[in-house]
């Protein structure tokens, strides 16, 4: 049998993308409309911004860490985040936590191995993007990266927080993000990381200057070939 999948979710978006993701890919795995067993928990998103917004990490991992109780109690064997920016808390709760995580940067990094890309561009909220979550990550695997400028990084974070998080999709926003890759491509990176798990929404190869890593669809793959 197939393991049992807990989604350790937080917005709402890039969390739907990844459960649709498990089980429309499933198939391919396990054959015909069959995909693991997948449970997920949220709280409130607002739950994680006011920890955001006051710097409270130990917060964050305290919710991710309700969740993963939560998880366990209805049989999950191991846990996904499909939200960059909270992985940040993993280390705060991990050696508490009842199941094991799959890392997101983690599953980036392998990936870009695996495609041979050298540099690559971030993308996501400013949390993310100031936190040494993917930095850490990339260069233990010998991956340089470029992080957006401040004024990149705000716009970016808005857009994310008060349109894509809503589920809004606005055409400026997305020529705002392209030109951003631009000036990544333009410092010498050969792929960009989507870092915040609603990106896809907005964003792909069909309409990025850079190879994308699609961080939601690639931890969604990793859980799936893990279950399987």
């Known amino acids: 049998m ?3 999948i807990g989604i350790v979710a937080c917005s709402a978006g890039g969390a739907a993308l990844c459960y649709r993701t498990i089980c ?3 198939a391919q ?3 015909p409309h069959a ?3 997948v449970s997920m928990h949220t ?3 607002a739950d994680y911004v006011k920890c955001l917004d006051q710097d409270d990490w130990a917060g964050v991992g305290e919710l991710m860490l309700s969740s993963a109780n939560k998880l366990a109690q209805t049989g999950a064997d191991f846990l996904i985040c499909p939200d960059n920016t909270i992985h940040k808390a993993l280390n705060h709760i991990k050696s508490r936590s009842p199941l094991p995580w799959l890392h997101i940067a983690e599953v980036v990094a392998e990936e870009a191995i695996d495609r041979n890309f050298r540099c690559l561009g971030l993308t996501g909220t400013r949390w993310l ?7 850490e990550k990339l260069t233990g695997q010998g991956l ?3 992080r957006p400028n401040t004024v990149e990084c705000e716009e970016i974070n808005r857009i994310i927080m008060d349109e894509l998080v809503y589920g809004k999709f606005n ?3 997305v020529s705002y993000f392209q030109q951003v890759i631009s000036n990544q491509k333009d410092q010498g990176c050969d792929a960009v990381i989507l870092g915040c798990t609603e990106i896809p929404l907005i964003i792909d190869d069909k309409n990025s200057p850079l190879p994308t890593l699609d961080s939601t669809r690639l931890l969604a793959r990793k859980a799936l070939r893990r279950a399987a």
């Open 144 to 146: 340089k990266y470029v």
């Open 171 to 173: 055409a400026e926003s």
């Open 35 to 37: 995909h693991p067993e």
């Open 129 to 135: 993007v100031e936190s040494e979550t993917y930095p």
């Open 24 to 26: 429309e890919e499933g």
């Open 2 to 4: 197939p393991k049992h």
């Open 29 to 31: 795995l396990l054959g």
């Open 43 to 45: 709280h409130s998103l």
